[in-house]
């Protein structure tokens, strides 16, 4: 198993990665319009980490917006395929994208609006409901979006994710 750093560079490999992604998000996350997801995931300011099997099938991600002025990131989607979840994929993708996050896009925050039925998920990731951040460094920027709980993780400059 690997965990890619992806964006939208026009690469054959990165399209095929992004693809993946679409049609796990599309599948795993019903209430969001496909247009939606397949605008996110190809746009060329939201980066993606995807979990990409030996085979080099794509079997979860994560994609995020990042606003490198702010030094913030929104976790628009997150997803394991069916078949691979409760089996640890979810923790390890999300420590990767903490990583990823600290180290390439040098981001602070972390910011999402979590599915009622994804909090728990994100808790356990470290996320937590009070947000540290002043209103002013987010709001604007973080699209609102009703029927979901907004979640915070703040990314410790020093600490590996990874290890
Ligand atoms: N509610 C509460 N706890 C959860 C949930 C949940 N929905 N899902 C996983 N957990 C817990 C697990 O029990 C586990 O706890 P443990 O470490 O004490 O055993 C921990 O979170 C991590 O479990 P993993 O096996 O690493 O997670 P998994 O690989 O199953 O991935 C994920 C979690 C991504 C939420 C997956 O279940 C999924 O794709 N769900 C459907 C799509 C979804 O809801 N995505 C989030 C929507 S919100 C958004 O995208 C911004």
New binding site residues.
């Given amino acids: 198993i690997k965990f890619c750093y992806v964006e939208n560079d026009g690469t054959p490999q990165n399209m095929m990665y992004l693809t993946g992604l679409k049609n796990i998000?599309s599948k795993?996350?019903p209430n969001m319009p496909k247009e939606y997801i397949c605008r996110l995931v190809y746009d060329r300011r939201h980066r993606s980490v995807a979990l990409v099997k030996r085979s080099g099938t794509v079997i979860?991600g994560?994609t995020y917006r990042s606003f490198p002025l702010q030094g913030l990131g929104e976790?628009?989607?997150?997803?394991?395929?069916?078949t691979?979840?409760?089996?640890?994929?979810?923790?390890?993708?999300?420590n990767h994208t903490k990583e990823f996050a600290r180290t390439k896009d040098h981001l602070s925050y972390f910011l999402?609006?979590?599915?009622n039925?994804?909090?728990?998920?994100?808790?356990?990731?470290g996320f937590t409901k009070e947000l540290s951040m002043e209103r002013e460094r987010w709001h604007g920027y973080i699209k609102d979006y009703d029927g979901?709980t907004l979640m915070e993780f703040a990314i410790h400059p020093k600490i590996c994710y990874t290890q």
């Fill in positions: 998000f795993q996350l979860g994560i976790i628009a989607f997150c997803a394991v395929t069916s691979e979840q409760v089996k640890g994929f979810g923790t390890r993708l999300m999402t609006y979590a599915d039925n994804a909090v728990g998920y994100f808790a356990k990731q979901g």
